[in-house]
Every structure is written in C-alpha cells, then in structure tokens.
C-alpha cells in the first residue's frame, strides 16, 4: 500500500503532499516531509531509487522510492508488499500524464494548477491502492473531467449566484 506521495523541490520546498495513511498534526506531517526530503537528496544520481527509510509515522518497513527529475523528487513512500519496480513504473507514468497534460510540465504547473495535479493523482492512486497505469486511460478521464467543468460552466452565466448555479445544475440548496 502507498502511504505518501510528497513532491518536492531541490530545496526541499514541498510541491505536492497526499498522505494515504494519516499523520495528524502539521509539525509531524512537516517532519515527515523533511524526514523524507533528507533521507532522498543527500544521495547521488547513480544510487538507486529505492532506499529503506525511516518514517516512524508510517510504522516500520517502509521504502521511499522515488525519481530525481531535473529540480523535483518525486517520492512514493510504501510499505514492504509493494513492487519497487512496479512504484519506479508508476511514477513515470504520473509524471508521463502531467507531461502530455501541461506540455513540458515544470514545477510552475505544480505551483499554479495544484488542482489538475491532483486530478490526475487521483485518477492514478485512491486511498493508497493503484487504480490505474495506462496513460490513455488516465488522459481520456482528465479530458472528459474538463469537457464536462466547461460544460457546467457554460450552463451557469457570469452573473449567476451560487444558488442559481446550483440549482441549474440540479442542485438545489441541499448540496
């Protein structure tokens, strides 16, 4: 199972953080992104991406596996069931999807459209569990997602409350 998903920069600054498995507290979920942050950028390029970490958050035997793309670490922690292999292959394929979704996706895509890049996660990892690898099928449900938001937005005018909106869209005020 994936317990955490934490994106960041060469700095440590974190891009993207979904925890599968909960950390309460913000000093902890901080700590455990500089935890992770330490224990990935203090190795060389040449090692390889997986490495048995310490995260006393997430219980013992947990392996960070992660990728180093250009001012990004992209890290997945798991637990000791998961495939190294596999993980190392879904990260390419998150990060294939935000490249064909954001063209040349940088950490700026990350920063400005946090909610696409969130999107496109959940269309790849729910709860902890993969649901999906194929990277058509990824894209397809992004564009269908979209197609549909401007679909609704087109219904509802500029000048329109929010419950106008809601109840063109079949919402009424129990939403």
Not at 78 to 88: K, R, Y
Request: aromatic share 10%; proline share 2%; charged share 25%.
């Amino acid at each position: 199972m994936i317990k955490g998903i934490v994106i960041v920069n060469n700095s440590g600054k974190p891009r993207l953080v979904k925890f599968y498995q909960n950390v309460f507290g913000e000093d902890r979920q901080q700590s455990v992104i500089r935890r992770v942050f330490q224990q990935v950028s203090t190795r060389p390029d040449s090692f390889c991406n997986y490495l048995e970490g310490s995260v006393p958050e997430w219980g013992e035997n947990i392996k960070l596996i992660y990728r180093h793309y250009a001012t990004l670490y992209f890290v997945f922690a798991v637990d000791a069931q998961e495939s190294d292999l596999g993980i190392l292959d879904l990260i390419q394929v998150f990060v294939e999807a935000l490249d064909k979704r954001f063209e040349n996706v940088c950490e700026l895509d990350l920063i400005f459209h946090s909610d696409r890049v969130h999107y496109i996660l959940d269309e790849i990892v729910m709860g902890g569990m993969v649901l999906e690898t194929n990277i058509n099928a990824i894209l397809q449900a992004i564009n269908d997602q979209e197609r549909m938001h401007k679909e609704s937005m087109k219904k509802a005018g500029p000048s329109d409350s929010v419950d106008a909106i809601s109840t063109k869209l079949g919402a009424g005020r129990n939403w």
